[in-house]
């Protein structure tokens, strides 16, 4: 079993920066493929970005050069570094984790998620 507790969350302006953490329990996180998701008000959920437990990542097309998926093994944690944040990035974002995910993109591929952190850009 995973738990998993995001933090970093909060109001920026436009231009400003974010870093969100991801902090997980379970021996084996390490190994474990996480992703963000996000969700604004009348809207699905969306992939934002993914880290494989080798440290490989994807990024949606939108917060490319923008936003940086890491992870710290040792600390089980796992963060969002969000640079020059825009007003459309305002939603909650989730983390998500799984053994094994086929789609990364897809939200259902993820067997443990947080219970998410409020980001709002304002113009």
């Known amino acids: 079993q995973v738990q998993l507790v995001e933090s970093g969350g909060g109001l920026v302006q436009a231009g400003g920066s974010l870093r969100l953490s991801c902090a997980a329990s379970g021996r084996t996180f390490s190994s474990y493929t996480v992703g963000w998701f996000r969700q604004a008000p009348g809207k699905e959920r969306e992939f934002v970005a993914t880290?494989?437990?080798?440290?490989?990542?994807y990024y949606e097309d939108s917060v490319k050069g923008r936003f940086t998926i890491s992870r710290d093994n040792a600390e089980n944690t796992v963060y969002l570094q969000m640079n020059s944040l825009k007003p459309e990035d305002t939603a909650v974002y989730y983390c998500?984790?799984?053994?094994?995910?086929?789609?990364?993109?897809?939200?259902?591929?993820?067997?443990?998620w947080g219970q998410g952190t409020q980001v709002t850009v304002s113009s």
């Open positions: 880290i494989s437990g080798s440290g490989v990542t």
């Open positions: 998500a984790a799984a053994r094994t995910v086929l789609n990364y993109r897809i939200s259902r591929m993820y067997n443990y």
